[in-house]
């Protein structure tokens, strides 16, 4: 099973700041399955970024993912407010299908 | 619209059965795999089981290998989840997700509010 780790565990930031959060996983994972959902509190996960780098439906530009084998980020370029809530990293390309623990982010 | 509607949770005793359902709507279900991911009470989000389009590939998490069946009616636009053994580690919110394409190995796109299942 590939393990997910996410890093750090909460991530307290301003309004216009960058957000950086990592995701490392215990093997190498094809960058084509690894995917970033965002969940806010009593909400389903919404998908943000698939293969690696592509934003979802609707999703706003300032969120982006890059990364490869074991190593991926997904970076906020500017927080917004609404952008308080947890942040999964999964990977689908090897079952079983693993989610990392997330990462909160906190708006200050 | 696109949605997911999840049933049939409920308390249930350790050792018991149960199963979930989930009903597609605003798509063509036929063309979708689906998952099942869990989501214990303040908890991170725990994948559970996937099934193709057909419903002839699956696949399943290692905590529920065994005791956990996921299945598909396309002509109901129905997934389904059937739980054995059930132990109160299984205790969690239990949504469906679609995936993006009929391949499994795909990220999931639209979500369930989920159905809670407690075992005590």
């Known amino acids: 099973e590939i393990v997910l780790t996410q890093s750090p565990g909460t991530l307290s930031l301003s309004p216009g700041e960058r957000a950086t959060l990592s995701c490392r996983a215990s093997?190498?994972?094809?960058?084509?399955?690894l995917a970033w959902y965002q969940q806010k509190p009593g909400q389903a996960p919404r998908l943000l970024i698939y293969a690696e780098s592509s934003r979802a439906t609707g999703v706003p530009d300032r969120f982006s993912g890059s990364g490869s084998w074991t190593d991926f980020t997904l970076t906020i370029s500017r927080l917004q407010p609404e952008d308080c809530a947890v942040y999964y990293c999964q990977q689908y390309g090897t079952s079983p299908f693993t989610f990392g623990p997330g990462t909160k982010v906190d708006i200050k | 619209q696109v949605q997911l509607v999840e049933s049939g949770g409920g308390v249930v005793q350790p050792g018991s059965s149960l199963r979930i359902s989930c009903v597609g709507s605003g798509f063509s279900f036929r063309s979708y795999a689906f998952h099942w991911v869990r989501q214990a009470p303040g908890k991170g989000l725990e994948w559970v089981a996937v099934?193709?389009?057909?419903?002839?590939?699956?696949y399943y998490a290692d905590a529920v290998e065994g005791r956990f069946s996921v299945s598909r009616d396309n002509s109901k636009n129905t997934l389904y989840l059937q739980m054995s053994s059930l132990s109160p580690e299984d205790t969690a919110v239990y949504s469906c997700?679609?995936?993006?394409?009929?391949?499994?190995?795909?990220?999931?796109?639209?979500w369930g509010q989920g159905t809670l299942v407690i075992v005590s």
């Open positions: 997700a679609r995936g993006m394409s009929s391949v499994i190995p795909d990220a999931l796109e639209i």
């Open positions: 099934i193709s389009s057909g419903g002839n590939d699956e």
């Open positions: 093997q190498s994972v094809d960058s084509r399955f």
